[in-house]
Nanobody, 115 residues
């Protein structure tokens, strides 16, 4: 199973980015929960948003109203729409698939918010 993220980059404060996460090598991904975390140097990895197989979403307080997680039905793809980005949102964003007995992690995509 391989989890691949894309869509990161450099954006000015107040700007937007859309992250993409695709899972390869696993069927019925659309039935499993997936999530986005972020990691910055010296800090623990923190949950950003998660989505269940039925589409129920959960967000960290610091992104509520600004970020939106979505999935393409049964497709092995999850998106993270990030709006009103702030400097403190700068991090490596990592996607994961929460499978029955194991969690599969991607390598992450860098998001830098700077003027």
């Amino acid at each position: 199973v391989q989890v691949v993220e894309s869509g990161g980059g450099l954006v000015e404060p107040g700007g937007s980015l859309r992250l993409y996460c695709t899972v390869y090598g696993r069927i019925f991904v659309g039935l499993r929960p997936m999530a986005w975390y972020r990691q910055t140097p010296g800090k623990q990895r923190e949950l950003v948003a998660e989505i269940s197989g039925s589409g129920h979403q959960n967000y960290a307080d610091f992104v509520k109203g600004r970020f939106a997680i979505s999935r393409e039905g049964a497709a092995p793809t999850v998106h993270l729409q990030m709006n009103s980005l702030q400097v403190d949102d700068t991090a490596v964003y990592v996607c994961c698939l929460r499978d029955t007995d194991e969690t599969f992690w991607g390598q992450g995509t860098q998001v830098t918010v700077s003027s």
